[in-house]
């Protein structure tokens, strides 16, 4: 199975504020990356496919990088809609794995 | 727009079967994706069951292959998710999802059931 490990593993931040989630395979799975938030007691939200691609109708200010092994999503302007937890997933390979997720907390 | 619903017991006995099924609203089962089970322990991370494709394809996560069936029913437009010989680490909040496959890219879950906590006790 690929393993895919995330960092921080929690995070605070303030509305308005840049952050950065990064996001890694323990083995090189080219750009087949999906990144999601999780809104307390929701299902999880589709956000960015294929590493860069932002799913439709999802806000400008998320974007997603990386290739291989490394991976970042970035949220340029923090919304008090986006305090959640963020997930990775490979869709590389099945079983499909996610990370242990990033809860992204006020500050 | 589609719409995903899970319905099924929410408390089920150790050693018992687990089965759940998803409603598949605003498309057709027949479509060209593939309809997924994922689930979250209370307080935990994501995992995935399994995915279905209506020509017949099932794939399982190797860690409980050996005791999980995905179907699906065209005639309900819908899928179904059996867990066997359960244990109270099966406890979690079970979603049905549907993967967009988009071409070189591989597979995303698109839409998501709201999920429903099943119980092991």
């Known amino acids: 199975d690929i393993q895919m490990t995330q960092s921080p593993s929690s995070l605070s931040a303030s509305v308005g504020d840049r952050v950065t989630i990064t996001c890694r395979a323990s083995q090189s799975i080219s750009r087949y990356l999906n990144w999601y938030r999780q809104k307390p007691g929701k299902a999880p939200e589709l956000l960015i496919y294929a590493a860069s691609s932002l799913q439709s109708g999802v806000p400008s200010r998320f974007s997603g990088s990386g290739s291989g092994t490394d991976f970042s999503l970035i949220i340029s302007s923090l919304q008090p809609e986006d305090f959640a937890t963020y997930y990775c997933?490979?869709?590389?390979?099945?079983?499909?794995?996610f990370g242990q997720g990033t809860k992204l907390e006020i500050k | 727009q589609v719409q995903l619903q899970e319905s099924g017991p929410g408390l089920v006995k150790p050693s018992g079967t687990l089965s759940l099924t998803c409603a598949v609203s605003?498309?057709?089962?027949?479509?060209?994706?593939?309809w997924s089970w994922v689930r979250q322990p209370p307080g935990r991370g994501l995992e995935w069951i399994g995915e279905i494709h209506q020509i017949g394809t099932i794939n399982y996560n190797p860690s409980l292959k050996s005791r999980v069936t995905i179907s699906v029913d065209k005639s309900k437009n819908q899928f179904s998710l059996h867990l066997s010989s359960l244990i109270s680490a099966d406890t979690a909040v079970y979603f049905c999802?549907?993967?967009?496959?988009?071409?070189?890219?591989?597979?995303?879950?698109?839409?998501w059931g709201q999920g429903t906590l099943v119980t092991v006790s």
């Open positions: 997933q490979q869709s590389y390979n099945t079983p499909r794995t």
């Open positions: 605003g498309d057709s089962i027949s479509s060209d994706y593939w």
């Open positions: 999802a549907r993967q967009i496959f988009r071409s070189g890219w591989g597979p995303s879950f698109e839409f």
